[in-house]
């Protein structure tokens, strides 16, 4: 049974820092592409960022959220710094097989069940 566990989203006010989580068993994830996601009510899913042997972000968070992985723990992690309202969403983390690192969300095997950050001004 693959399992794939998000933690570390809440409530926090813009300028604040948060860092989300995600703790798998049954796959090992350094056999994957990763990356972060998230979503708004009533907008679709977005790549947030994305780590292979490399890492990319979308052009919003640049400079601010940092995605790292863990392979001894099998955890992936995303740093979010300086943040802002409009990072408002669900965020899940994926998994692709075929370590692709695209930003569409249909490439991804696996996904979080996903948690809340929300961002007051």
């Known amino acids: 049974q693959v399992l794939v566990v998000e933690s570390g989203g809440g409530l926090v006010q813009a300028g604040d820092s948060l860092t989300l989580s995600c703790a798998a068993s049954g796959i090992t994830l350094w056999n994957y592409g990763l990356a972060w996601f998230r979503q708004a009510p009533g907008k679709e899913r977005e790549f947030v960022a994305g780590?292979?042997?490399?890492?990319e972000y979308t052009d919003s968070v640049k400079g601010r959220f940092t995605i790292s992985r863990d392979n001894a723990k099998n955890t992936l992690y995303l740093q979010m710094n300086s943040l802002k309202p409009g990072d408002t969403g669900v965020y899940y983390c994926?998994?692709?097989?075929?370590?692709?690192?695209?930003?569409?969300?249909?490439?991804?095997?696996?996904w979080s069940q996903g948690t809340q950050v929300t961002v007051s001004s």
């Open positions: 994926a998994a692709d097989a075929s370590v692709s690192l695209s930003r569409a969300p249909s490439n991804y095997e696996y």
């Open positions: 780590i292979t042997w490399s890492r």
